[in-house]
């Protein structure tokens, strides 16, 4: 069994956006100047504790975001509204600086969480199954770290095989109503590795909003660009999962590769 053309068309968009240049690419395009340096002279205070801020701002959005969130299936996301209260969010910790990570991060998590499981369901997931709920934040720790690595160790795929595990003990142990808790072991394992890797582009939203040049462009367009960047992920990473139900996992990965490397 093949694609269909229309889905590889739809395979092909999707694995150029998982497979794209990282969130400091994309900044830079738009302040001009070199988010890596600015990652550099964070304060390591900062550094080394922004692991346990991502880790608490992912606790606190799985709270809320996805419980209060209703089940309809094939209707189309409230992309903008988030992309408002995002904006808002991060006009309000713009305002305060480094000090309102801790509280904004949160926020801002759980609205795109929130707008995440909403994409979700757009394409068709019962937001109210656990396995769901964890694919929605299985999103986070999708993002490129490296605009130059496109390796298998950092890969789409590989970054999924890496969670599967412990996803799939966490769905076998958890109901919807127990996922909150965040009691299970292999709930908190999956915690941990996302954290790890969403703490990556956090760090460089948060440097691109330290740049002086992004005084005029402020917090509130910084952390829009951060939500866009991580609903297109989504939108990529569900439009993987209908197809891989629509035919074969492995047809789907090989077809997936196979876009991949024709772009090198």
Not at 1 to 11: H, T
Not at 47 to 58: D, P, V
Not at 64 to 72: E, H, I, Q, V
Not at 159 to 178: H, M, N
Request: aromatic share 6%.
């Amino acid at each position: 069994m093949q694609l269909s053309p229309e889905d590889r068309l739809k395979l092909a968009h999707a694995a150029h956006t998982l497979e794209r240049p990282s969130f400091t690419s994309k900044v830079t395009k738009t302040v001009g100047s070199t988010v890596e340096k600015a990652v550099g002279v964070l304060p390591d205070q900062f550094t080394k504790s922004l692991t346990l801020i991502t880790r608490t701002a992912l606790e606190k959005s799985l709270e809320g975001a996805l419980l209060t969130l209703p089940r309809r299936e094939h209707r189309n996301s409230w992309k903008k509204t988030h992309q408002l209260l995002a904006s808002i969010s991060g006009a309000v910790g713009g305002a305060f600086g480094l000090p309102a990570l801790a509280i904004e991060l949160p926020v801002s998590t759980t609205i795109m969480l929130r707008s995440i499981a909403d994409i979700a369901r757009s394409h068709g997931e019962n937001i109210n199954k656990p396995e769901t709920k964890l694919a929605c934040l299985e999103v986070f720790a999708l993002s490129s770290s490296n605009s130059k690595n496109n390796s298998s160790e950092t890969g789409y795929y590989a970054i999924r095989s890496l969670l599967a595990k412990s996803i799939s003990d966490a769905v076998s142990q958890l109901t919807a109503q127990e996922l909150s808790k965040q009691s299970s072991p292999a709930l908190v394992k999956i915690l941990n590795t996302i954290a790890a890797r969403f703490s990556i582009p956090v760090s460089e939203k948060i440097a691109a909003q330290s740049i002086p040049a992004v005084g005029a462009i402020g917090g509130a367009t910084i952390n829009l660009m951060f939500t866009r960047y991580f609903q297109e992920i989504a939108e990529a990473h569900f439009t993987v999962r209908a197809l891989e139900k629509k035919y074969e996992p492995a047809l789907v990965k090989k077809n997936f590769e196979w876009e991949i490397n024709s772009l090198s």
